[in-house]
C-alpha cells in the first residue's frame, strides 16, 4: 500500500526521522491481519493516550487554578474522548491516510475508535521520534485551539455567548436529580447529509419521556443542544409526574440554509406517564 509520507507530514506540520514509525502510526489492525510482518497502531494508541492525557491536564491546570480536581476532571473528560479526537482527525483529514485491510471499511461516524485510536498513535510517534515538545505542540495546534475549547464548555466565566457551547448535560442531570425527576437519557433519532458534513437529531428522555430534540454536526453537540432545550422547558413549564398526561414542547433546532441564525420550531405533543 502506498503510504503519501510527504504530503500527510504536511497535514501534521511535522517531519518524521523515523520513516517506518510514521507509518506504523496509520496501520489498522485489519491490515496486520494479511501483512504479519507489519506492526498496527495499538500500542502506540496505548502511549498516546497518556501523553494527550498529561498535556491536557497541565493545560487545564494552569488555565483554572481556582478549580478543584472534581471539576478540572470534567473539563479534561470533555476533550479527551473518543468524538472530539475523532472529529480532529477528520478536521486534518488524516482519516483518508488510515492504512486498512482488504475490503475492510469504517463507517464515517468521528465517534468511531478508530479516529480517536489514530489520533492518539499519531502523537505517541510525534513523542518517539522528537520529544515531548514537538507532540504538545501537535496538541496544542489541533486539540487545545480556542475554539474547540470554548466549545468543550471551558471558558473561565459560567457565561457563554451565542457561539459558544457549555456543558448542558451534566447541568441538566444534576438539575433533575435535584428535582427527583428521574435520569436524562439520549437516543440517535437519524442522521443526514453527506458522510464528510452529517447532521446529527439527537433526542433526550426523561422517564421514558421525550422532552426535546436537538440537531447538530456531532452527536455530542446535538446532544448538548438536546440538553439545553430540555433544560429551559423544564425550568418553565416543570413535569409533573403526578399527571398522567401533560403537554410537552419538541423543539428542534436547525441551522437556516441562509447563515448562522438559528430556527425553532415547536410543537405540542401529549406525553403519557
Known amino acids: 500500500m502506498i503510504f503519501e509520507l510527504t504530503e500527510c507530514e504536511d497535514v501534521i506540520g511535522y517531519k518524521f526521522k523515523n520513516v517506518k514509525l510514521f507509518r506504523q502510526c496509520f496501520i489498522h489492525s485489519s491490515y496486520t491481519n494479511e501483512h504479519p510482518l507489519d506492526n498496527d497502531n495499538e500500542r502506540l494508541e496505548f502511549f498516546g493516550d497518556k501523553i494527550i492525557d498529561f498535556v491536557v491536564t497541565e493545560y487545564l491546570y494552569n488555565t483554572f487554578p481556582d478549580e478543584d480536581e472534581g471539576r478540572l476532571t470534567e473539563r479534561r473528560k470533555s476533550l479527551v474522548s473518543k468524538e472530539p479526537l475523532g472529529e480532529v482527525v477528520f478536521e486534518l483529514g488524516l482519516n483518508k491516510y488510515m492504512i486498512l485491510g482488504k ?134 413549564d416543570g413535569l409533573n409526574k403526578k399527571t398522567t398526561t401533560k403537554p410537552v414542547k419538541k423543539v428542534v433546532v436547525k441551522k437556516s440554509t441562509g447563515g448562522n441564525k438559528t430556527k425553532k420550531a415547536t410543537n405540542q405533543n401529549k406525553v403519557n406517564k
Open 103 to 236: 475490503g475492510v471499511t469504517i463507517s464515517k461516524d468521528p465517534s468511531e475508535k478508530c479516529y480517536s485510536s489514530l489520533y492518539e498513535s499519531v502523537v505517541a510517534g510525534i513523542y518517539l521520534d522528537g520529544g515531548l515538545e514537538p507532540a504538545k505542540k501537535f496538541i496544542y495546534k489541533t486539540l487545545l485551539t480556542k475554539k474547540r475549547v470554548k466549545q468543550a464548555g471551558l471558558v473561565k466565566s459560567s457565561y457563554v455567548s451565542d457561539g459558544d457551547l457549555k456543558d448542558y448535560k451534566s447541568t441538566l442531570q444534576e438539575y433533575i436529580q435535584k428535582l427527583k425527576l428521574g435520569a436524562p437519557s439520549y437516543k440517535t433519532v437519524k442522521k443526514e447529509g453527506p458522510d464528510n458534513a452529517p447532521e446529527f437529531t439527537e433526542s433526550v428522555s426523561i422517564n421514558g419521556k421525550v422532552i426535546a430534540l436537538g440537531v447538530g454536526k456531532s452527536k455530542k453537540l446535538a446532544q448538548q443542544q438536546s440538553a439545553k432545550i430540555a433544560l429551559d422547558l423544564i425550568k418553565k
